[in-house]
């Protein structure tokens, strides 16, 4: 192949990503700036903190909820359809909590967005792993990190401002705006796909294009639903993340609102294994659990959720820091948190890049300490700590956490065969949304139980340092340097 006929497949490449990280990052930074406005919410539909919080809680269960059937809806309908749907459901709840004329209408339309946003978000891993094909995968995970890191610092920022320049309606509003244009890029430039191809036509061979379990193969019909799968995984997810949401809000493990989703959701995720582990005739599993078997698929999807757990700690302790330590308004400790982000987006593109010629093991270590180290720095800091020390760390940590993200994400699809690639984004994506959860609960019980603020903030950061210690053990566990997958047997999955 010629080199021009490279540099032209390379453009196509990077128009796809640019496309499909513009219809991602809607998602997230819609959610974190509405979660600055809860406030002005309630004041302008008289309603009470409580019931506003449902507004940004019925869009998390929502996206939980959806994902598992985006697992198999992309074989189905194929990927570009429905990125299409997604950015449609997407636009219509945004319009809609725009013109939302009481408190319910908004919690409503909120669910409708994060339908939408169910449908998107595995479908960014998903079209961009298709798209970049294993050889690749390293350096486009790469840039996907920078949406990763960026939106959730950025979300908050753009809330505050457009709150202190015009109403809650705009935050809604200029979400159409940029869905508008994220939906007629996607018609002009993601490539079509054939429903139950398993790939895109962008891909590359041996990261699309083999034929397998739970994916509908080339030359086979779409699979079927796994209809009871679908009711007990994606409910089962969702009340998990709920129970971890009312935790944070209730600020104790053991009260009731916790305590009743949490048991639910266990229950209804052990009676999804069981029901995917059963041998048996009819439709195959959503998420065939032996998937699990490969140690590096295990390492990576842990070693993501603990890396989703890490970074919104530290997005909802730092802000925490500079305003009770410090005295810092909100668009200020938005602004002081930036750091973080700025680093995750230096380093994930870079490492992706590298971990493509050089394997993910090396680069994850050197990350892996380096977030530990800044952690570790974290936990010095007091009322009198100059914020330049905490400002840095947080870069710190940013690029070490960026250093292992990237490349564990593109061990990840080097190693999974085209045809397991949706089901792998789909627990890499379900596992990172827990542990970001997950992370969220433990500050607000870690703060509320410490003898003061300040302390309480060095506890969460010394929680950060344990789960990089084990992101640390885990990392020789992933894949060695880059290769082609092979092709799935029958019988086996990875």
């Known amino acids: 192949m010629s080199s021009e006929t490279m540099d032209q497949l390379d453009r196509r490449l990077l128009g796809i990503i640019g496309v499909v990280l513009l219809g991602g990052l809607l998602g997230i930074l819609n959610s974190t700036m509405a979660a600055v406005a809860t406030g002005s919410l309630a004041e302008a539909f008289d309603a009470s903190l409580s019931t506003v919080g449902w507004a940004s809680t019925g869009f998390l269960l929502a996206v939980t909820a959806t994902i598992p059937f985006t697992t198999w809806a992309v074989d189905r309908y194929g990927g570009k359809r429905l990125w299409v749907a997604g950015l449609g459901l997407f636009l219509a709840g945004s319009l809609g909590a725009g013109l939302a004329w009481d408190v319910g209408s908004l919690i409503a339309f909120r669910v409708v967005q994060g339908i939408g946003a169910g449908v998107l978000d595995p479908l960014v891993l998903i079209l961009l792993a298709r798209a970049a094909g294993p050889r690749r995968a390293g350096r486009v995970m790469g840039l996907m990190g920078v949406v990763l890191s960026l939106g959730p610092v950025l979300g908050p920022i753009a809330g505050g401002a457009l709150l202190g320049a015009l109403t809650w309606r705009a935050m809604f509003l200029v979400s159409v705006v940029v869905g508008i244009v994220a939906l007629v890029l996607a018609l002009r430039v993601i490539p079509g796909d054939r429903p139950g191809g398993g790939g895109s036509q962008a891909g590359e061979s041996g ?25 007990l995984l994606g409910p089962g997810f969702a009340a998990v993340v709920l129970g971890l949401s009312q935790t944070a809000e209730q600020g104790a493990i053991a009260a009731w609102q916790a305590l009743l989703p949490l048991g639910a959701g266990a229950v ?94 090396g680069l994850a270590v050197g990350g892996a300490v380096v977030a530990v180290l800044s952690l570790l720095a974290l936990t010095r800091v007091g009322p ?70 300040v302390s309480g903030l060095r506890g969460v950061f010394w929680l950060g340092v344990a789960a990089n210690v084990v992101v640390l053990a885990l990392v020789p566990l992933l894949p060695g340097k880059a290769r082609t997958p092979e092709p799935v047997r029958e019988g086996s999955l990875v």
């Not at 034929?211 to 009711?231: K, T």
């Not at 195959?284 to 070693?303: E, H, Y």
């Not at 984004?425 to 603020?453: E, R, W």
């Open 207 to 231: 990261g699309a294009g083999e034929a397998g379990a739970g994916g509908g193969g080339a030359g086979q019909g779409p699979a079927r639903l796994d209809v009871l799968g679908l009711a």
């Open 268 to 361: 209804l995720l052990i009676m999804y294994a069981g029901h995917a582990l059963r041998r048996r005739r009819g439709p195959a599993p959503l998420i065939d659990l032996r998937l699990f078997r490969s140690r590096g698929f295990s390492a990576s999807v842990t070693i993501m959720g603990l890396g989703g757990m890490g970074l919104y700690a530290g997005l909802f302790a730092l802000p925490l820091y500079y305003q009770q330590a410090h005295g810092h308004g909100v668009l200020a400790a938005g602004l002081l948190m930036a750091p973080l982000g700025l680093g995750g987006s230096i380093a994930m593109p870079l490492a992706g890049r590298l971990s493509d010629r050089l394997g993910a093991r």
């Open 384 to 453: 009198d700590t100059p914020e330049v020390w905490p400002a840095l760390a947080a870069l710190t940590f940013g690029l070490g956490s960026g250093c292992y993200s990237a490349p564990t994400m593109g061990s990840l699809y080097r190693t999974l065969p085209g045809p397991l690639v949706a089901q792998g984004s789909s627990v890499l994506y379900m596992l990172n949304q827990l542990g970001a959860a997950l992370g969220v609960a433990l500050v607000t019980l870690v703060v509320q139980t410490a003898s003061d603020p």
